[in-house]
């Protein structure tokens, strides 16, 4: 399994309130790695100490072998893509705007998005289909859309890996699959996609890779349907959760959770 | 897609070439109108005279260059200054109420003006005491709503800072004034604290053009990249940009612009909230249209009201009381649509 993003004995938190501590975090290169763990266990903590957001209090993130803390801001956002749970505190910037502003590691400080960038946007907004809404206000469009545009932005920044901190938050059951099925994509086309998921059967459905997370510290990782048992799972969440083998009507199996 | 952005920018360039011929028209327009009536043609042939070198020493020429000129340059300038630094504050802190007098930066400016009137200090002086007390202002309002925490709207709390801040600079000017000596300095700071453009010199604008364009040259190189200030503090470091860095370099630009007016106009209230927000309507948000936008909307605003404060009753009316009447309820709009489309 390649590698690309890996965190050894890594303490991260808040100055002067350390979340987690001693965590060990392999992220396997073209893979879906989805994080799963309850409220407050420090999932986002961890997603901004790997962006290199917050400094590492100990131990050390590395990215493609070099430590995160050696690279700057513009080094690390050319390999790293975060898509940020939907805010909508923008100002009224088009959708094509916001997409564009993912040129941003790419140009001098002084430099404007130029004709290769905004063909690359277009690129973009075509695949996730939303060219009709190139010109539409961001805070005009709804929820599923603007992740979709803040995929597209993230595609745009060119960055081989993606990190999206809770994708299916606040979505309706449709646009949560295809939010999902788009990161499996783009998995397939060689990104490497991290995403923090509350629900099991996501992970279940769409991730090569999962890690469970307990109290700022890794209880589990490795292949999804073997990681994801009902004992872990249980002990995860502090109630008694069934893992259960359902037929899905198409001559597939798969498995879901249940709460028992 | 590169179709649309040639253009949008083509666009941008007509806008703005159509803006500024506006603005020389409302100029010209302007320097007909005062005590002693001209028309457009004896205005063109005094600027024309102004330009070749050729100056004749007619009453009209007199008129116009000695009188009017500085007048009408004074308003363009200051008009520019104030919403180009209040579109850059609003971007900055991601707070659409905010602007130069709000975040108490023309208080901070003022009590510095003022403190160096009082120490009788030069017009540079007088520059550089108010550029250092706004600066201060805006940085102390900054960290003090940083320091209200597990407050749900940190919108509110910059604009409730910025008015604390404000409050505690004027009564710091309240103090000079009362201790000022009432034969020398009192009319000099009560002059100055009227907020007028009537009182400015040749002089004054020399000395406010120079750090205007100081603070408009970043913001303008930086255009596109303030864009980014506007997005969540981590989206935008995610994105690759020091934010700190660049908030550093865009505030002290902004409050350089507002200071170096405020120092030769006083406190001007309400511009620097308000254009923002009408070229913004007009161009949107994205900053390097919203920038030139901002700034001729802004020089033609303050042209046309001083224009109608110094002509329109048989004495000048102050500009601030004309723009409170015409800022407040724009305000109002903008507070009841703000709810709507930025939270």
Same mark, same amino acid.
């Given at each position: ?12 938190? +808040?100055?002067?309130? /350390? ?62 893509? @975060?898509?940020? #749970?939907?805010?909508?505190? @923008? ?11 993912? /040129? ?29 809404? *190139? ?9 599923? #859309? ?5 995929? *597209? ?19 309706? @059951? ?10 499996? *994509? ?19 459905? +769409? ?12 209880? *589990? ?15 995860? +969440? ?17 498995? /879901?959770?249940?709460?028992? | ?27 010209? =327009? ?15 042939? !005094? ?26 340059? !004074? &308003?363009?300038?200051?008009? $520019? ?11 900055? %802190? ?36 108010? %550029? ?22 940190? =919108? ?8 604390? =801040? ?13 201790? !000022? ?20 010199? %040749? ?10 364009? &100081? ?30 860095? $660049? ?25 620097? $909230? ?24 802004? !020089? ?7 224009? =109608? ?35």
């Amino acid at each position: 399994m390649a590698l690309t993003l890996s965190a050894r004995g890594l303490g991260f938190g +808040y100055p002067g309130h /350390r979340v987690g501590h001693a965590l060990d975090l392999d992220i396997g290169a073209h893979q879906v790695t989805m994080l799963l763990g309850p409220n407050g266990c420090g999932k986002t903590t961890l997603f901004r100490t790997l962006l290199g957001l917050l400094p590492a209090q100990a131990g050390a993130v590395t990215l493609d072998g070099m430590p995160l803390s050696s690279l700057s801001r513009q080094e690390i956002a050319r390999r790293l893509a @975060y898509v940020p #749970q939907v805010a909508e505190g @923008y100002f009224p910037f088009s959708v094509l705007d916001v997409v564009l502003m993912g /040129r941003a590691p790419f140009l001098g400080t002084f430099e404007a998005p130029g004709r290769k960038d905004r063909e690359l946007a277009g690129a973009a907004l075509g695949q996730l289909g939303l060219d009709e809404l *190139a010109d539409r206000s961001f805070s005009a469009i709804s929820g599923g #859309q603007r992740q979709l545009a803040l995929i *597209a932005r993230a595609l745009v920044q060119a960055a081989p890996v993606l990190i999206m901190d809770e994708p299916t938050a606040n979505l309706d @059951y449709g646009n949560q699959h295809r939010i999902l099925k788009r990161a499996r *994509a783009l998995a397939s086309d060689g990104r490497t996609v991290v995403i923090s998921s509350h629900n099991p059967d996501h992970a279940l459905a +769409y991730a090569d890779q999962v890690v469970l997370i307990k109290s700022g510290t890794v209880i *589990a990782a490795g292949p999804a349907e073997e990681t994801m048992t009902a004992e872990r799972l249980s002990g995860m +969440y502090d109630m008694p959760v069934a893992v259960l083998e359902v037929e899905d009507g198409l001559g597939g199996r798969s498995r /879901r959770c249940v709460p028992l | 897609m590169t179709l649309s952005g040639g253009v949008s920018a083509m666009r941008t360039g007509a806008w703005a070439a159509g803006g500024l011929g506006a603005i020389f028209l409302l100029f010209c =327009i302007a320097a007909t109108v005062g005590q002693y009536p001209l028309s457009i043609a004896e205005v063109l042939t !005094a600027l024309g005279s102004l330009l070749s070198g050729a100056e004749t020493g007619s009453a009209a020429e007199t008129v116009v260059l000695n009188i009017r000129l500085p007048r009408l340059a !004074a &308003a363009l300038l200051v008009g $520019l200054a104030l919403a180009a630094s209040g579109a850059t504050y609003q971007t900055v %802190f991601r707070n659409p109420l905010v602007a130069p007098d709000i975040l108490g930066v023309s208080a901070g400016a003022g009590l510095g003006a003022v403190t160096a009137i009082f120490l009788s200090l030069p017009v540079p002086m007088i520059q550089a005491f108010a %550029f250092v007390f706004g600066l201060l202002a805006v940085i102390v309002v900054y960290f003090m709503s940083k320091l209200v925490r597990g407050v749900h709207d940190p =919108i509110l709390v910059l604009v409730l800072s910025g008015v604390v =801040i404000g409050a505690v600079m004027g009564a710091g000017i309240s103090v000079l004034t009362y201790l !000022a000596d009432p034969y020398d300095q009192l009319p000099a700071i009560t002059f100055w604290l009227m907020g007028s453009l009537a009182g400015i010199t %040749f002089d004054d604008l020399m000395a406010a053009w120079p750090p205007v364009l &100081a603070g408009i040259v970043p913001l303008f190189l930086l255009r596109w990249r303030i864009n980014l200030m506007a997005l969540d503090e981590e989206e935008a470091r995610a994105l690759g940009v020091e934010t700190g860095r $660049l908030r550093v370099v865009l505030v002290v630009a902004a409050t350089l612009m507002t200071s170096s007016v405020v120092a030769i106009s006083g406190t001007v209230g309400w511009v620097g $909230l308000i254009i923002p927000h009408v070229a913004r309507f007009l161009v949107g948000p994205e900053f390097s249209r919203l920038l030139p936008a901002t700034v001729l909307i802004g !020089a033609g605003y303050l042209l046309l009201v001083d224009t =109608i404060a110094r002509s329109s009753a048989g004495i000048e009316i102050p500009i601030g009381i004309l723009n409170a009447f015409i800022g407040a309820p724009l305000f109002l709009w903008i507070l009841a649509r703000a709810r709507r489309s930025w939270r």
